[in-house]
């Protein structure tokens, strides 16, 4: 009798988180099923794109089993499912719980994985309605958002050379760079332009110290001399050693869109399909 009543406070318990952490228009049903179950249930949901019930049997199972066999998958999922539903800063939310506990993002199982999805979610959520409808240049808007995911991209390719992700993450890092460099050269033309020599002098700097091999780097140098001349600075025998410095460099091919893959699950779900 006692561990029946026990089982019925702990599911009364259960029930009462999962309605306060579910949002206040949308209903968790408590699924019944054990650890095992529930785990497959989650696979089975996300394998079929049923994102919303993948959704509920993740939110109880986390709740349920904090410490089970599966929490480590259960938490990569649910930054999975956050990210294919577009909940972009809650999934980069739950990658950062994850890293909470590792802090050497080295030793984090998956961590090539969530550091790739955190930066994806940085890079998506730099880009609005508008821009994704009419397809806007990501170099027209605020890049901190994409400067954050390339410190991601930047950790996976320095900590994880062997990952399966290395290859995308390096194209990936390759186009956001550009992105950046191309926006840090049009606002140091347009400072220029408009009479701010010393800003654009700035924002010319950071294409040539960051993105020396970019596209962008041999205008932006051009900009940087001329706002040096503008600013009575004699900066003749800099200009002809970074000149000679940035011809012995192949700049990378400029690519204009950005790459994707086929699909961003993580590889031990799609090896369950």
């Known amino acids: 009798m006692a561990f029946n009543k026990l089982k019925l406070v702990s599911g009364i318990v259960l029930a009462v988180a999962l309605t306060a952490c579910a949002n206040k228009e949308q209903t968790v049903t408590y699924i019944a099923g054990n650890e095992q179950t529930l785990y497959a249930k989650a696979v089975s949901d996300l394998q079929q794109n049923k994102n919303t ?10 709740l349920q089993y904090p410490f089970g066999q599966y929490r480590t998958q259960v938490s990569v999922l649910q930054a999975y499912n956050d990210f294919v539903r577009k909940n972009y800063d809650m999934s980069a939310a739950q990658i950062d719980k994850y890293f909470q506990a590792y802090p050497n993002k ?71 760079a550009d992105v950046v460099a191309e926006s840090n050269y049009k606002i140091a033309a347009f ?75 993580p590889e031990f779900l799609q090896a369950n399909q």
């Open 191 to 265: 400072y220029l332009k408009y009479n701010n020599p010393l800003a654009a002098y700035k924002r010319a700097n950071v294409v040539l110290i960051n993105f020396a091999d970019s596209y962008y780097a041999k205008p932006a140098l051009e900009v940087l001399y001329q706002a040096s001349t503008e600013l009575g600075l004699n900066y003749q025998a800099e200009y002809e050693a970074i000149k000679a410095r940035l011809e012995n460099i192949t700049p990378r091919p400029l690519v204009k869109k950005a790459p994707t893959l086929p699909s961003y699950a």
């Open 106 to 176: 080295a030793n984090a199982p998956y961590g090539d994985y969530m550091l790739l999805i955190h930066a994806l979610s940085s890079f998506q959520a730099n880009r609005g309605f508008f821009q994704n409808l009419f397809n806007m240049n990501p170099a027209d808007n605020d890049t901190s958002d994409i400067q954050a995911g390339l410190t991601d991209l930047r950790t996976l390719l320095d900590y994880y050379p062997n990952s399966a992700y290395h290859a995308f993450a390096q194209e990936l890092f390759n186009y956001y």
């Open 53 to 62: 019930s993948a959704e509920q049997v993740l939110t109880q199972l986390s």
